[in-house]
């Protein structure tokens, strides 16, 4: 699921692993709560789950990925009897159900996206699927099939798999390099990439090595990575981050940019000089750390929510965690990509998610079964003690829009019973767009020379839109 030490590298790192899986283990708060800021509280949803990753809709349902190939549904503070979604996934090792993401006009076309392994041969895959209510409907729609030949090895190792939508609207995936380190430099495998497609699977003409590679290595966006388990894209910026864990020595936190390569095998960690002989532009980390301070990058999500009630110190800052030594730390881009702590005692953690609620949620794979080392196969193949936890912050969530929409593409919440936009002094004119640029709303009126309350149809439904006055 997240990686796999080679067995010609162990000896120089088991030292720094074991080191930090006795962290992890010997937490005396890691099976039950993390240790987290002053005035931050968690709450655990659900345990007892071999879980994945978890998105979380418009409308504030969580879904939760588990890796046999079930999403749960949690709405209403409780959880669904039946699942959103079963798929046929293997989920030997590192297999199984590994990445989801919405379509980014959800409302208006209800697409779940997936990314995981399938059977006859083992391969990975992404497809889509259309959602109504809590159920999916109609057949699934496969959107690219990896490798089948050599898309995994014995023991499934390094599938990558995390899926966003970015601010163009095309869908970027990850994917592992199945611990061929070869796989990571060529243009003809899609293994140790980032892939970018149409939400229907075809492949953008406007992709980097379009006119170079062929058939579906057209998708290659970026290369040069080794298990880019875990990334995130900004959701106003579209600045995308891709957490690539290491190998002997460093895990990464790289820039997203197409045609760029990061340089594995060739680099790993900060380099000097840039390799040469690399297709593409090379692309140093924008941060890293050693395995002195854990051994797999995991989590990865902007905190960027309606709501922020983390506090202005947490706005628009990187969240990413190691899985051995439990903690979550912030990365912040406007500030020389500083990073701090934020929460300690975690057991295993795999996966973030920041909700436009302002709530943070974590995935995590509970306490080590004893005598298993870090990344061993026992130790990524399964878990009956895996959990969803979501944290708040100290900030009350206000039941009024003051202090949104003073700006163009603002992200203004609607709830119900609170249909009001603040319409700043001096304009007229107030859109709202969907997060994917449809416009939904539009008052045309006279501006004043004080702020205005609008009020918004009934019709319109709860989730959170992009305001823009004039």
Not at 16 to 36: D, I, Y
Not at 302 to 326: E, I, K, R
């Amino acid at each position: 699921m997240i990686f796999k030490q080679d067995s010609f590298r162990t000896r120089r790192v088991l030292a720094a692993l074991l080191a930090g899986a006795a962290l992890s283990a010997a937490s005396p708060r890691s099976a039950e709560a993390a240790t987290l800021p002053g005035g931050f509280t968690e709450t655990k949803l659900i345990g007892s789950l071999n879980p994945t990753c978890v998105e979380v809709a418009p409308d504030g349902r969580v879904l939760l990925c588990e890796k046999s190939g079930r999403i749960r549904v949690y709405k209403g503070e409780k959880w669904l009897t039946a699942p959103l979604l079963t798929v046929d996934a293997d989920y030997v090792e590192e297999r199984g159900l590994l990445g989801l993401a919405l379509d980014p006009d959800f409302e208006a076309n209800p697409f779940v996206y997936v990314f995981y392994t399938a059977k006859n041969p083992a391969h990975n895959r992404v497809s889509r699927f259309r959602v109504e209510g809590d159920a999916v409907t109609g057949a699934e729609q496969v959107l690219i099939d990896l490798n089948p030949a050599i898309a995994l090895r014995s023991g499934g190792w390094h599938n990558g798999g995390s899926i966003h939508f970015g601010k163009d609207g095309k869908l970027y995936i990850s994917t592992g390099n199945n611990t061929i380190q070869a796989n990571s430099q060529s243009l003809d495998v899609l293994l140790g990439k980032i892939l970018r497609l149409n939400p229907d699977g075809s492949i953008p003409d406007d992709n980097p090595f379009y006119k170079t590679a062929t058939g579906n290595n057209r998708a290659i966006w970026a290369l040069g990575l080794r298990n880019p388990y875990t990334t995130g894209i900004h959701p106003v910026t579209g600045r995308y981050l891709v957490n690539d864990v290491g190998d002997g020595s460093f895990e990464e936190i790289n820039d997203g940019k197409a045609g760029t390569n990061y340089g594995y095998p060739k680099a790993e960690g900060h380099a000097g000089t840039a390799p040469t002989g690399l297709t593409g532009t090379y692309g140093d980390p924008v941060s890293y750390y050693s395995h002195g301070d854990g051994c797999a990058i995991t989590g990865g999500t902007f905190y960027h929510p309606a709501s922020n009630t983390f506090g202005t110190p947490y706005a628009d800052l990187f969240f990413f965690a190691d899985y051995c030594n439990g903690w979550i730390k912030t990365l912040d881009p406007a500030n020389g990509n500083a990073v701090k702590p934020f929460a300690t005692g975690v057991p295993r953690p795999i996966f973030l998610k920041a909700a436009q609620d302002g709530s943070l949620y974590y995935v995590c794979r509970g306490a080590r079964a004893a005598g298993l080392g870090s990344g061993s196969a026992e130790d990524n193949q399964s878990t009956n003690d895996g959990s969803l936890y979501r944290i708040k912050g100290p900030i009350a969530t206000s039941a009024r829009y003051a202090g949104y929409g003073h700006q163009a593409g603002e992200l203004v919440p609607v709830l119900p019973a609170q249909g009001r936009l603040l319409l700043p002094a001096g304009r007229g004119h107030a859109s709202l767009y969907s997060l994917s640029g449809r416009k939904v709303w539009e008052y045309q009126g006279t501006a004043s020379v004080t702020a205005t309350w609008l009020d918004l149809p009934s019709t319109l439904p709860v989730g959170t839109y992009r305001a823009r006055f004039e």
